[in-house]
T-cell receptor, first 116, second 114 residues
Framework: KAGVTQTPRYLIKTRGQQVTLSCSPISGHRSVSWYQQTPGQGLQFLFEYFSETQRNKGNFPGRFSGRQFSNSRSEMNVSTLELGDSALYLC???????????????FGEGSRLTVL | SQQGEEDPQALSIQEGENATMNCSYKTSINNLQWYRQNSGRGLVHLILIRSNEREKHSGRLRVTLDTSKKSSSLLITASRAADTASYFCATRAFPQGGSEKLVFGKGTKLTVNP
């Protein structure tokens, strides 16, 4: 079974630009979560999608947005990039959430964004 | 704010020694999970312990959970150079009115010297 695939792996943008990151979850997984990882703040939860609906959202400004498609693939977008948005963006998938699930996440390798 | 906080932030040991990392958290949990991350890569799930369990083993890993103290520990026995990585604890929190989400601590950076 193929793992979680994130594209692109590396990208460089300048302040004010926007960026779109893509995530293909493990086949059959319906939940996709996004995290931002920086040396200073660690792993910060961005949002989670399940069956095309955003189920949870972290404390990030509205410049950060996401969506999920009917095939469970997900994208996140960051508009008006700032220097502080430089980070490793990690996508994780799971079969789905519910009281009976364990919530183990399967992570992709991440997209490393550098904002100049 | 972070749900989990790992201790120590960094740990350096020799191959063959045991490594112990601790995690403290703040609210009631459904389960606690440990993940590993090699430098700049994605996280890999290691082990999960439910709130009604006190200890769990998986290969060279041993996890304990003390819900009264809101703390957990991860023990790696007979460490190897390949165990060099960052280790994160993560908890399932139940925010009021929201769905479950996994919240990570800042991690312990483990270096195993050959």
């Amino acid at each position: 079974k193929a793992g979680v695939t994130q594209t692109p792996r590396y990208l460089i943008k300048t302040r004010g630009q926007q960026v779109t990151l893509s995530c293909s979850p493990i086949s059959g997984h319906r939940s996709v979560s996004w995290y931002q990882q920086t040396p200073g703040q660690g792993l910060q939860f961005l949002f989670e999608y399940f069956s095309e609906t955003q189920r949870n959202k972290g404390n990030f400004p509205g410049r950060f947005s996401g969506r999920q498609f009917s095939n469970s693939r997900s994208e996140m977008n960051v508009s008006t990039l700032e220097l502080g948005d430089s980070a490793l963006y990690l996508c994780a998938s799971s079969p789905g959430l519910g009281r009976g699930s364990t919530g183990e996440l399967f992570f992709g390798e991440g997209s490393r964004l550098t904002v100049l | 704010s972070q749900q989990g906080e790992e201790d120590p932030q960094a740990l350096s040991i020799q191959e063959g020694e045991n490594a112990t990392m601790n995690c403290s958290y703040k609210t009631s949990i459904n389960n606690l999970q440990w993940y590993r991350q090699n430098s700049g890569r994605g996280l890999v799930h290691l082990i999960l312990i439910r709130s009604n369990e006190r200890e769990k083993h998986s290969g060279r890993l041993r996890v304990t959970l003390d819900t009264s103290k809101k703390s957990s520990s991860l023990l790696i026995t007979a460490s190897r150079a390949a165990d060099t990585a960052s280790y994160f604890c993560a908890t399932r929190a139940f925010p009021q009115g929201g769905s479950e989400k996994l919240v990570f601590g800042k991690g312990t950076k483990l270096t195993v010297n050959p």
